[in-house]
């Protein structure tokens, strides 16, 4: 569980095995690897960690003697039941999702070659709780509910933005670009804090703004969303969201713990 996959090879010199190449991921929130598995021809490793994801890599050497594994693009998704999708308020150009894997994604069509392929191409929100609602605002926010009595406000950051545009193909408006590079979890929190980040923290994010769908590494480490408000009102864990077409106003309901306490709340978003 040391997030690693070490490949050997004989030396015939001593007889012993050596570890040849490492590959792996550093941080984010997995448990390491599982087990992994060659591709037909050797040029290909395929990896699966304890919480389901797949990680690809690609031998980009021509020789035997030198190798240099890359990480490649491979499917995604939830590990978990999914408990909501909303499509990106009044546009539609993106997929949101969240599941019992307390995490929230974003799906959208990818240009790839000639044609489009949906892939994920965010985690905006990685929780300490089981997610049960998401409601898009807009294009650049959304709201979601997990087993809490908390609703929570997420806007873009920069790097989605522009990561968008890029693998898409589709100018955003203007209005809804964010001032965030990105954003981070502070040890043992559950909020998103925004980072508006050094040179290097944003050189390193624009490296993941490419015109491809994020590798699982980045989106592991690099696709958080900021948080930017939190909705107080109910007394009972939230179950249902709903925000109206022109991205104003929010309703929310709750588990119900008691015939006097109230179920529906209204809020209007500015």
Not at 210 to 232: F, G, H, I, M
Request: overall charge negative.
């Amino acid at each position: 569980m040391d997030k690693t996959m070490i490949l050997w090879e004989l030396d015939e010199s001593c007889g012993l095995w050596m570890d040849k190449v490492r590959v792996g991921e550093v941080g984010g929130n997995s448990l390491g690897y599982y087990g992994g598995l060659f591709g037909p021809n050797g040029a290909c490793l395929l990896g699966h960690t304890y919480q389901g994801a797949f990680h690809l890599w690609e031998n980009i050497c021509d020789t035997e003697e030198a190798e240099s594994w890359a990480p490649r693009v491979v499917m995604s998704g939830h590990f978990g039941s999914v408990q909501s999708i909303s499509w990106a308020n009044g546009s539609g150009r993106y997929l949101l999702s969240c599941s019992l894997d307390q995490t929230t994604r974003v799906h959208a069509p990818c240009k790839r070659g000639r044609g489009i392929v949906w892939h994920e191409i965010g985690r905006p929100q990685v929780h300490g709780y089981d997610m049960q609602f998401v409601a898009s605002i807009n294009d650049g926010q959304f709201v979601s509910a997990a087993d809490e009595k908390v609703i929570r406000v997420f806007v873009a950051p920069k790097t989605f933005l522009d990561g968008y545009e890029k693998m898409c193909g589709e100018t955003l408006p203007e209005e809804i670009k964010g001032q965030s590079v990105g954003a981070s979890v502070p040890a043992l929190g559950l909020s998103n804090k925004a980072i508006f980040g050094s040179e290097s923290w944003e050189s390193e994010r624009a490296a993941a703004a490419a015109s491809k769908p994020p590798v699982e590494d980045d989106l592991l480490q690099n696709s958080l969303w900021p948080e930017t408000q939190k909705l107080y009102g109910h007394g009972y864990e939230v179950f249902c969201l709903a925000v109206s077409p022109d991205g104003l106003l929010l309703a929310s309901a709750c588990k119900v713990g008691s015939s006097v306490a109230p179920l529906l709340r209204v809020l209007m978003l500015l």
